[in-house]
Protein backbone atom coordinates (compact mmCIF):
# COMPACT_ATOMS: atom_id res chain seq x y z
CA UNK A 1 0.00 0.00 0.00
CA UNK A 2 1.64 3.29 -0.83
CA UNK A 3 2.08 5.86 1.61
CA UNK A 4 -0.85 8.22 -0.33
CA UNK A 5 -3.07 5.67 0.33
CA UNK A 6 -3.37 5.89 3.84
CA UNK A 7 -4.11 9.55 3.96
CA UNK A 8 -7.52 10.75 5.27
CA UNK A 9 -9.17 11.96 1.72
CA UNK A 10 -11.62 15.35 2.45
CA UNK A 11 -15.41 14.56 1.78
CA UNK A 12 -17.99 16.46 0.77
CA UNK A 13 -19.11 16.34 3.51
CA UNK A 14 -15.46 17.45 5.62
CA UNK A 15 -15.34 20.42 3.31
CA UNK A 16 -18.82 21.72 3.93
CA UNK A 17 -18.21 21.12 7.93
CA UNK A 18 -14.87 22.94 7.19
CA UNK A 19 -16.92 25.62 5.49
CA UNK A 20 -19.52 26.42 8.39
CA UNK A 21 -17.00 26.19 10.83
CA UNK A 22 -15.37 29.37 9.33
CA UNK A 23 -18.27 30.77 8.23
CA UNK A 24 -19.29 30.45 12.24
CA UNK A 25 -15.87 31.73 13.42
CA UNK A 26 -16.39 34.66 11.40
CA UNK A 27 -19.78 35.66 12.34
CA UNK A 28 -18.78 35.84 16.04
CA UNK A 29 -15.92 38.01 15.56
CA UNK A 30 -17.53 40.51 13.02
CA UNK A 31 -20.39 40.81 15.87
CA UNK A 32 -18.33 41.29 18.46
CA UNK A 33 -16.64 44.20 16.75
CA UNK A 34 -19.83 45.50 15.22
CA UNK A 35 -21.36 45.70 18.90
CA UNK A 36 -18.49 47.21 20.64
CA UNK A 37 -19.11 49.87 18.09
CA UNK A 38 -20.09 53.50 20.33
CA UNK A 39 -23.92 54.22 19.40
CA UNK A 40 -22.33 58.00 18.47
CA UNK A 41 -20.04 56.39 16.21
CA UNK A 42 -22.74 53.57 14.80
CA UNK A 43 -25.17 56.72 14.75
CA UNK A 44 -22.70 58.84 12.19
CA UNK A 45 -21.73 56.11 9.82
CA UNK A 46 -24.95 54.98 9.49
CA UNK A 47 -25.65 58.63 8.20
CA UNK A 48 -22.81 58.27 5.81
CA UNK A 49 -24.09 54.81 4.45
CA UNK A 50 -27.84 56.11 3.63
CA UNK A 51 -26.43 59.32 1.77
CA UNK A 52 -23.93 56.86 -0.33
CA UNK A 53 -27.05 54.92 -1.01
CA UNK A 54 -29.38 57.47 -1.81
CA UNK A 55 -26.81 59.03 -4.39
CA UNK A 56 -26.39 55.98 -6.21
CA UNK A 57 -28.08 55.87 -9.87
CA UNK A 58 -28.75 52.33 -9.50
CA UNK A 59 -30.84 53.62 -6.68
CA UNK A 60 -32.35 56.66 -8.09
CA UNK A 61 -33.92 55.03 -10.84
CA UNK A 62 -35.05 51.93 -8.77
CA UNK A 63 -39.09 51.45 -8.60
CA UNK A 64 -39.71 48.94 -6.09
CA UNK A 65 -36.98 48.65 -3.70
CA UNK A 66 -36.60 45.57 -0.37
CA UNK A 67 -35.02 47.06 2.28
CA UNK A 68 -34.47 46.16 5.78
CA UNK A 69 -34.69 47.69 9.12
CA UNK A 70 -32.04 47.66 11.36
CA UNK A 71 -31.87 44.90 14.37
CA UNK A 72 -29.11 44.66 17.49
CA UNK A 73 -26.05 47.25 16.40
CA UNK A 74 -26.73 46.68 12.32
CA UNK A 75 -26.35 50.13 10.74
CA UNK A 76 -29.57 52.96 10.85
CA UNK A 77 -31.41 51.82 7.79
CA UNK A 78 -34.48 53.85 8.42
CA UNK A 79 -32.61 57.48 7.10
CA UNK A 80 -32.76 55.10 3.47
CA UNK A 81 -35.93 53.90 3.85
CA UNK A 82 -37.96 57.14 4.59
CA UNK A 83 -36.26 58.48 1.73
CA UNK A 84 -37.32 55.74 -0.67
CA UNK A 85 -40.54 56.62 0.60
CA UNK A 86 -40.80 60.14 -0.44
CA UNK A 87 -39.60 59.48 -3.50
CA UNK A 88 -42.49 57.38 -4.16
CA UNK A 89 -41.14 54.18 -4.81
CA UNK A 90 -42.26 50.76 -3.70
CA UNK A 91 -41.02 49.77 -0.96
CA UNK A 92 -41.32 46.31 0.51
CA UNK A 93 -39.52 44.42 3.41
CA UNK A 94 -39.10 41.22 4.28
CA UNK A 95 -40.89 38.31 6.73
CA UNK A 96 -39.38 35.18 7.94
CA UNK A 97 -42.41 32.07 6.94
CA UNK A 98 -41.96 29.38 9.18
CA UNK A 99 -44.04 27.81 6.94
CA UNK A 100 -42.34 27.57 4.17
CA UNK A 101 -39.11 28.28 5.12
CA UNK A 102 -38.79 31.26 2.99
CA UNK A 103 -39.19 35.28 3.08
CA UNK A 104 -42.57 36.88 2.35
CA UNK A 105 -41.65 40.34 0.54
CA UNK A 106 -45.06 42.64 1.54
CA UNK A 107 -45.14 46.53 0.88
CA UNK A 108 -44.96 48.89 3.71
CA UNK A 109 -46.52 52.81 3.46
CA UNK A 110 -45.99 54.03 7.09
CA UNK A 111 -43.48 52.76 9.01
CA UNK A 112 -44.74 53.46 12.08
CA UNK A 113 -48.15 51.14 11.22
CA UNK A 114 -46.65 49.27 9.13
CA UNK A 115 -44.00 47.35 10.51
CA UNK A 116 -43.15 45.72 14.18
CA UNK A 117 -40.70 42.88 16.01
CA UNK A 118 -41.20 39.71 14.34
CA UNK A 119 -38.64 36.41 14.09
CA UNK A 120 -36.65 36.64 16.66
CA UNK A 121 -37.68 40.39 17.38
CA UNK A 122 -36.36 41.45 13.58
CA UNK A 123 -38.39 44.17 12.46
CA UNK A 124 -40.46 43.05 9.77
CA UNK A 125 -43.76 44.23 7.77
CA UNK A 126 -47.45 43.34 9.63
CA UNK A 127 -49.87 41.07 8.70
CA UNK A 128 -51.88 43.43 7.36
CA UNK A 129 -49.24 44.33 4.81
CA UNK A 130 -49.84 43.26 1.03
CA UNK A 131 -47.46 40.28 -0.19
CA UNK A 132 -45.29 41.87 -3.55
CA UNK A 133 -44.50 39.34 -5.96
CA UNK A 134 -40.44 39.21 -6.22
CA UNK A 135 -40.30 39.99 -9.64
CA UNK A 136 -41.63 43.60 -9.11
CA UNK A 137 -38.20 44.01 -7.27
CA UNK A 138 -35.36 45.98 -8.99
CA UNK A 139 -33.19 46.72 -6.16
CA UNK A 140 -32.64 44.93 -3.25
CA UNK A 141 -30.57 45.67 0.41
CA UNK A 142 -28.79 42.54 1.24
CA UNK A 143 -28.43 42.59 4.88
CA UNK A 144 -25.44 40.49 6.33
CA UNK A 145 -22.98 40.27 9.32
CA UNK A 146 -19.27 39.83 6.65
CA UNK A 147 -19.05 40.99 3.00
CA UNK A 148 -15.35 40.90 1.03
CA UNK A 149 -14.66 42.45 -2.38
CA UNK A 150 -16.00 39.94 -4.45
CA UNK A 151 -19.21 40.53 -3.10
CA UNK A 152 -19.55 37.60 -1.12
CA UNK A 153 -21.41 37.70 2.58
CA UNK A 154 -22.45 35.70 5.06
CA UNK A 155 -25.83 36.25 7.05
CA UNK A 156 -26.95 35.42 10.45
CA UNK A 157 -27.01 31.89 9.28
CA UNK A 158 -30.82 31.19 8.79
CA UNK A 159 -29.88 31.14 4.78
CA UNK A 160 -33.12 33.02 4.52
CA UNK A 161 -31.70 35.60 1.97
CA UNK A 162 -29.32 32.60 0.36
CA UNK A 163 -32.74 31.30 -0.86
CA UNK A 164 -34.55 34.88 -1.78
CA UNK A 165 -31.69 36.92 -3.77
CA UNK A 166 -31.81 33.54 -6.75
CA UNK A 167 -35.89 34.58 -6.70
CA UNK A 168 -34.80 37.81 -8.07
CA UNK A 169 -35.28 39.31 -12.00
CA UNK A 170 -31.48 38.79 -12.97
CA UNK A 171 -31.04 43.00 -13.31
CA UNK A 172 -32.28 43.34 -10.14
CA UNK A 173 -29.59 45.30 -8.11
CA UNK A 174 -28.26 43.53 -5.06
CA UNK A 175 -26.38 45.92 -3.07
CA UNK A 176 -25.02 45.85 0.99
CA UNK A 177 -24.65 48.49 3.41
CA UNK A 178 -22.07 47.84 6.30
CA UNK A 179 -19.86 49.56 8.60
CA UNK A 180 -16.35 49.64 7.77
CA UNK A 181 -14.88 46.80 9.90
CA UNK A 182 -17.65 44.42 8.17
CA UNK A 183 -15.48 44.33 5.33
CA UNK A 184 -12.94 41.20 5.14
CA UNK A 185 -10.29 39.85 2.83
CA UNK A 186 -12.04 36.36 2.58
CA UNK A 187 -15.59 35.64 3.46
CA UNK A 188 -15.58 31.70 2.81
CA UNK A 189 -18.28 30.78 0.17
CA UNK A 190 -19.65 28.02 -1.69
CA UNK A 191 -20.40 27.84 -5.27
CA UNK A 192 -23.35 28.25 -5.06
CA UNK A 193 -23.87 31.07 -2.72
CA UNK A 194 -24.90 34.15 -4.26
CA UNK A 195 -22.91 37.49 -4.23
CA UNK A 196 -23.51 41.51 -4.30
CA UNK A 197 -23.13 43.46 -6.92
CA UNK A 198 -21.89 46.18 -4.47
CA UNK A 199 -20.86 46.84 -1.11
CA UNK A 200 -21.28 50.24 0.68
CA UNK A 201 -19.46 51.12 4.06
CA UNK A 202 -18.76 54.96 5.62
CA UNK A 203 -15.66 54.88 4.22
CA UNK A 204 -15.87 53.82 0.61
CA UNK A 205 -18.15 52.23 -1.81
CA UNK A 206 -17.25 48.94 -3.84
CA UNK A 207 -18.52 47.92 -7.32
CA UNK A 208 -18.44 44.15 -8.45
CA UNK A 209 -18.31 42.86 -11.70
CA UNK A 210 -20.99 39.82 -12.20
Request: aromatic residues 6%; contains cysteine.
Amino acid sequence: MSASSTEPRSTPDAASGKLLDEKRGLRARILRERDAIPAEDRATASASIAASLLAREDFVSSKTVLLTLPFGSEWDTRALLHAALARAKTVALSRVNLATGMLDVCAIIRLEHDAAPGYRGIPEPCAHCELLDVAAIDWVLVPGVAFDRDGHRIGYGGGYYDRLLPLLRADAYRVAGAFELQLVDHVPAAPHDVAVDAVVTEARSISIAR
